[in-house]
Structure formats: C-alpha cells, structure tokens
C-alpha cells in the first residue's frame, strides 16, 4: 500500500462546478500536510496548507481528518484555469515529504 | 523571489555513462530533495538530505547516489545510466520546521 493515495481521477467538470479531491495517508506519525498544483510540464507549486481546523482560501477549503488519516481539498466555481494535476503532500516529522501520485482536472466551458 | 535551479532543462546521454543532476537553492534551506516523476507513477522519492554530508534513502535509491557537500548543493549522480532511468528529475528544498517545498523547473533526462 503506498504511503499517500488519492483519488484516480481524471476529473472532468464544467465550469461553475463543485469538486472535491480526497487523499489518505498510511504514517498516523505525518505532522504536516499541503496541496500542490502542477501544470503540464511545470513543477509542482504549492496551493495552501492543510491544518486540522480547516482552512479556506478564496474558492478552495482544504480539510485534515487526523483521526480517519485524510485530508480534502474543495473547489467551488471552478474555472477554465484551475484545470491542472492536483498533488497531495504529508510530510513526517523528520523531514521527510511524501507526494500521492496527483488528481487531474479539466474544467470545460 | 526564492530559487532552486537546476544545472540542466534537458540532457540527452548514453547508456552506461556517468551522469550528474545539479541542484542549487539559495534559501538557507536545510532539506534537500531529489525525486522522478514519471507518468502514472506520480513523484517517487529517490533520495533526501536533511543536512551537509546526510543523506536518506527515499522509495526508489536504486541506480542512484547522492552528494551534499555544501548547505545550497544537492547532487544526483547515476553511476551508469540505463535506459529506464530516463525520466523528469525534479529537485526540491524545505526549510526545517515550515514543510513547504519549492521546486526546481525540472531535468528531462533521456537516456538512449
């Protein structure tokens, strides 16, 4: 079993649409957690992080569930420019970063 | 504005040759990391260095070593390319304690 699973996707939306991205984590040792953006052929950047109170940035809110080892990510009316790979990242306390293998979107018009 | 450069966008190499990814950051940042992303494999970890001289075997080490001799310097060295070792490298850095992780633009390797 891989340390950080996501959803398969592909995602495919129209624009104005809801989405929501989930990923698990195997390490209950994990201490922070983040989602990253990449589009075609660029590298990863990162989108927000992730804290156990939840937190909202404009159209998206991403969630921690220590409990159940999940984190979520939220996209409300989403647009033509949020079409991109989707990348989950939990990090142990040593430093060490884990990617999950990344959720596509396409949001069409 | 903070960086991770990689020495190379492309390099096209033979097989069996020695092969050196250099990446360079100029944030103070104590982490270091090499990883391949190749498609439907995500970004596996092929190594990480949490200090000068430290390194840590990350998911896939085979094939690969690594060298950290100065704080903004991290190496990937293929000892002798082979063919599946083509792939996107990516380097990445991260302060100690903040967990966010910058990226360099990335060296698309291929090995013929």
């Not at chain 1, 990348?87 to 999950?100: D, E, I, M, P, Q």
Request: proline fraction near 3%; charge should be neutral.
């Amino acid at each position: 079993r891989k340390e950080v699973e996501q959803d398969p996707g592909p995602f495919n939306v129209p624009e104005g649409a809801t989405v929501a991205f989930n990923c698990t984590y195997s390490n209950s040792a994990s201490q922070s957690f983040f989602w990253y953006r990449q589009d075609c052929r660029k590298e990863p950047k990162l989108l927000m992080s992730v804290y156990s109170s939840g937190n909202e940035d404009g159209r998206f809110t991403a969630q921690l569930n220590r409990a159940s080892q999940y984190i979520s990510l939220l996209i409300r009316d989403s647009k033509l420019s949020d079409s991109a790979t989707y990348l989950c990242v939990v990090n142990t306390n040593a430093g060490k970063s884990t990617f999950g293998d990344g959720t596509t979107l396409t949001v069409k018009p | 504005d903070v960086k991770v450069t990689q020495s190379s966008r492309y390099l096209v190499k033979r097989t069996g040759e020695k092969v050196f990814l250099e990446c360079v950051q100029d944030m103070d940042h104590e982490n270091m990391f090499w990883y391949r992303q190749d498609p439907g494999l995500g970004l596996r970890l092929i190594y990480f260095s949490y200090d000068v001289k430290m390194k840590e075997k990350g998911d896939i080490p085979e094939g690969y070593s690594v060298s950290r001799e100065k704080k903004e310097r991290f190496s990937l060295i293929l000892e002798s390319a082979s063919t599946n070792q083509t792939s996107m490298y990516l380097c990445a850095s991260t302060k100690s304690g903040t967990g966010e992780a910058f990226f360099g633009q990335g060296t698309r390797l291929t090995v013929v």
